[in-house]
Nanobody, 125 residues
Framework: VQLVESGGGLVQAGESLKLSCAFS????????IAWFRQAPGKEREAVTC????????YYADSVKGRFTISTDDAKNLVYLQMNGVTSGDTAVYYC???????????????????WGQGTQVTVSE
């Protein structure tokens, strides 16, 4: 499994940024693609994820209404649209993947077994 993030950079508070994750090698019947982030001195946290089986999603409270996850299945791409960013969004953003049963629900967070290298997002005030 390979995951490659792109699109990070420096952005001003209040602006938007779109991250991309190109994935390959996923052979599971069903899977989840997730975005995690890790800010300096903090633990890695799940931002959002989407299930391949039914498109259901999970969002962390801190990004609800501002961030949107979407997929382009034909191109094996997952996007993270980040709107109204704040300094609290500054972090390294990681794309992750994991097998996910059809019957499972994304109600408590996101799984992550395979990881990309990460892309830095820096928000300036």
């Amino acid at each position: 499994v390979q995951l490659v993030e792109s699109g990070g950079g420096l952005v001003q508070a209040g602006e938007s940024l779109k991250l991309s994750c190109a994935f390959s090698g996923l052979t599971f019947d069903a899977h989840v693609i997730a975005w995690f982030r890790q800010a300096p001195g903090k633990e890695r946290e799940a931002v959002t994820c989407i299930a391949s089986s039914d498109g259901s999603t999970y969002y962390a409270d801190s990004v609800k209404g501002r961030f949107t996850i979407s997929t382009d299945d034909a191109k094996n791409l997952v996007y993270l649209q980040m709107n109204g960013v704040t300094s609290g969004d500054t972090a390294v953003y990681y794309c992750a993947a994991a097998p996910f049963p059809y019957y499972a629900a994304l109600d408590v967070g996101c799984p992550g077994d395979y990881w990309g290298q990460g892309t830095q997002v820096t928000v300036s005030e």
